[in-house]
């Protein structure tokens, strides 16, 4: 399976386009902000003649949904995410203003088309993903594990040295720690953790070394 990264919008989130050697792909996170910053993620997908079989979020924070309607039109796709973070779509324009954005256009809001659940299987090409229900950051925070190749799609949940705050809406202190433990760090530690924001990681390492999570915390 194939990965490619992109770092977008003002809060430095990440985007994954997964393929194989059918051309049919995954996008997780559209967050591509800046018109260059959509018109690069295109571009990528329809030069490399990819067919997006499936638009995916790990959760509904506004910075991990600013390129979502342009590519379900663009590419007549659904939108897939969890139930539980619905409701964070109705308050995009105060965590726009939370995080100095301002009155920054708000027809990016999208419509989540299906609900992801624990234990949802993800496919494309000759690909598969589960779907694990890591709440804590948010309610309805997802990864995504792809036990072939050993990686995990963490979004907001994990990062390298360092966990998900917990101190927005509908956030948990508590249960993200517990639900990283209980589903994440039972995983194989050469897994290699791509999160929505900063560098790859594996879980080995944050068992080890995260001051939040790991065997030291």
């Given amino acids: 399976m194939k990965i490619k990264t992109f770092e977008f919008n003002p809060l430095g989130v990440n985007t994954y386009v997964l393929s194989d050697e059918t051309n049919e ?9 800046y018109t260059d910053e959509k018109e690069l993620l295109l571009h990528y997908i329809l030069d490399n003649d990819l067919v997006v079989k499936e638009l995916i979020n790990t959760h509904m924070h506004f910075d991990h949904i600013f390129g979502v309607n342009l590519l379900a039109s663009q590419f ?3 939108f897939a995410a969890h139930r539980g973070d619905e409701f964070l779509l109705d308050d995009i324009q105060t965590h726009l203003q939370m995080f100095g954005l301002g009155r920054t256009n708000t027809d ?4 989540i088309d299906r609900y992801l659940e624990e234990g949802d299987i993800i496919t494309f090409g000759n690909q598969k993903i589960v779907v694990l229900h890591v709440p804590g950051h948010s309610p309805g925070s997802v990864v995504f594990y792809h036990e072939k190749d050993g990686v995990l799609f963490s979004g907001d949940v994990l990062f390298h040295s360092s966990i998900g705050r917990t101190d927005l809406d509908g956030g948990n202190y508590e249960t993200l720690v517990t639900g990283i433990k209980n589903k994440l760090f039972t995983l194989p530690p050469e897994t290699k953790v791509y999160p929505g924001h900063g560098p790859i990681t594996t879980i080995g390492q944050e068992k080890k070394i995260n001051p939040f999570v790991g065997l030291g915390s």
């Fill in 76 to 78: 007549n796709v659904k």
């Fill in 25 to 33: 792909c995954v996008v997780i996170d559209a967050t591509c902000f």
């Fill in 108 to 111: 990016y809001k999208p419509v």
